[in-house]
């Protein structure tokens, strides 16, 4: 089954650090704190990954509001959202914002309209893959204390805090996340600038396939 609950926090991001190293196999995170009405949450974004010698990839971009709709006008807090296109929710291969040019797939050419669309989003970008410790740098120019933020992911069960800040979808058969792949709930970061547009991250693990199927397993 897909995750438990799915959703964007809003809010304004207070401060973010790096989890200290260490010898007991905890996975690496930058963690931010972001300030919403209910309190501070912790939003713990995975850039390491255990699955293979590559690491985690990412992409790093940025975004007119519009592109975000209606997920960029939200009021602060934590909202649920329903997992289907137009909701606000992210999908890296179906989102037309998001989706790199090898994860979407058109059973017939996409409208006019789209492919415009597509082309402003960039879908020629490809996925960077490195260390734990690049992926942090990559994201944390974009971490700027006082913005608009908006985080994208699965909510803590006990506490204020997000995670599965990341790809949701496309775990391989046999792997211990199999059953939580799904469609329209991938995760990410995505900070709001002073002229109103977004920087974006988003990350997946070396092993998670770039082409899904309806049920967000690899195809």
């Not at 995170?29 to 912790?42: D, Q």
């Not at 204390?145 to 997000?162: C, D, K, N, Q, Y």
């Not at 058969?173 to 900070?191: R, V």
Request: aromatic residues 10%; glycine residues 12%; charged residues 20%.
């Amino acid at each position: 089954m897909p995750l438990d609950r799915y959703g964007v926090l809003v809010g304004t991001l207070n401060r973010h650090h790096r989890d200290q190293p260490d010898t007991q196999g905890r996975w690496f995170h930058v963690n931010l704190e972001v300030g919403a009405p209910a309190g501070s949450y912790r939003c713990a974004i995975d850039v390491d990954s255990k699955q293979s010698q590559t690491g985690v990839q990412w992409k790093a971009f940025t975004l007119d509001a519009s592109a975000l709709a209606p997920a960029a006008a939200l009021a602060p807090g934590y909202h649920d959202l329903t997992r289907l296109p137009g909701s606000g929710a992210l999908d890296y291969q179906r989102h037309p914002a998001l989706a790199g040019a090898a994860g979407c797939v058109f059973v017939r050419r996409p409208p006019a309209w789209l492919r415009w669309l597509l082309g402003l989003a960039g879908t020629g970008r490809s996925w960077t893959a490195g260390s734990n410790l690049q992926a942090a740098q990559a994201l944390e120019p974009m971490l700027v204390a006082g913005r608009r933020i908006l985080v994208f992911g699965e909510p803590f069960t006990s506490g204020l805090g997000m995670h599965n800040i990341h790809q949701n979808q496309g775990d391989p058969a046999g792997s211990q996340w199999w059953e939580e792949n799904g469609i329209w709930q991938d995760g990410g970061t995505l900070c709001e600038r002073p002229d109103g547009r977004f920087d974006v991250f988003i990350s997946k693990f070396s092993t998670q396939a770039d082409r899904t199927d309806a049920g967000g397993h690899p195809v």
